[in-house]
């Protein structure tokens, strides 16, 4: 059964640092998305990302991030400057357009990103 | 703006009872409405959606919903518990249209008692 991979596991990072966290989504899936959850915390919505461009992002999604579809099967989160904050659970997720069920998303197990 | 209420932060059950896992949503239209299953140290998993159509849903593991309009619930139920359904269950709700988002509830913890 496909599904969405994501690396590292985990990475632990330099406040000030810059990190990119990998995902390889389902390879016929044309909507890709970003969340994070804080320990503890649910899930939030980062941002979505469909036909090369940011469809919507959320007021976490500021100027230190970006995300980029570098070729036919990546899709990366990069955070310029860590900061603690942004010590969280980061999961990739994926969905197919189709008339009946529109973004049923499908997510990776996620990268740990610890910032010390 | 869209918003998911689980009331339920944990939740105790004797392996074999019936379970009963509560949320309430918040959205101006008919919503796409899911429950994901996250087991520690792992990715969350879709356990049955809801688009349209029939109110009752099944998915999978022996897991049901029903869609309540009036209350604006998405409970989430099961006959019989087994010690392997002890994870944290999410309730999302998700915009039609736009960037597709999904809102999550907080998340209840399910213990279950052998």
């Known amino acids: 059964e496909p599904e969405v991979t994501q690396t590292p596991s985990h990475q632990v990072t330099q406040m000030g640092q810059e990190v990119i966290l990998r995902c390889v989504p389902i390879?016929?899936?044309?909507?890709f998305y970003w969340y994070r959850q804080i320990l503890g915390q649910k899930v939030e919505f980062l941002v979505s990302?469909?036909?090369?461009?940011?469809?919507?992002k959320s007021e976490i999604f500021d100027d230190q991030f970006s995300v980029e579809r570098p070729d036919g099967s990546n899709f990366t989160l990069k955070i310029r400057s860590t900061k603690l904050e942004d010590s969280a659970m980061y999961f990739c997720?994926?969905?197919?357009?189709?008339?009946?069920?529109?973004?049923?998303?499908?997510f990776g197990p996620g990268t740990r990103l610890t910032v010390t | 703006a869209q918003s998911v209420t689980q009331p339920d932060i944990h939740i105790t059950v004797s392996e074999g009872a019936s379970l009963e896992l509560r949320c309430n949503y918040s959205?101006?239209?008919?919503?796409?409405l899911f429950w994901y299953v996250q087991s520690p140290g792992q990715g969350l998993q879709l356990l049955l959606k809801?688009?349209?159509?029939?109110?009752l849903v099944q998915g999978i593991k022996g897991f049901e919903a029903e869609f309540k309009r009036s209350q604006s619930s998405f409970n989430l139920r099961k006959p019989s518990v087994h010690w392997s359904d002890a994870a944290e269950y999410f309730c999302?709700?998700?915009?039609?249209?736009?960037?597709?988002?999904?809102?999550f509830g907080t998340g209840t913890q399910l213990k279950v008692e052998l």
């Open positions: 997720a994926s969905s197919a357009p189709s008339d009946r069920v529109p973004y049923e998303q499908y």
């Open positions: 390879s016929n899936h044309l909507y």
């Open positions: 990302f469909y036909n090369n461009e940011i469809s919507e």
């Open positions: 959205y101006g239209a008919t919503p796409y």
């Open positions: 809801y688009f349209s159509g029939d109110t």
């Open positions: 999302a709700v998700g915009a039609r249209g736009g960037g597709n988002k999904l809102t």
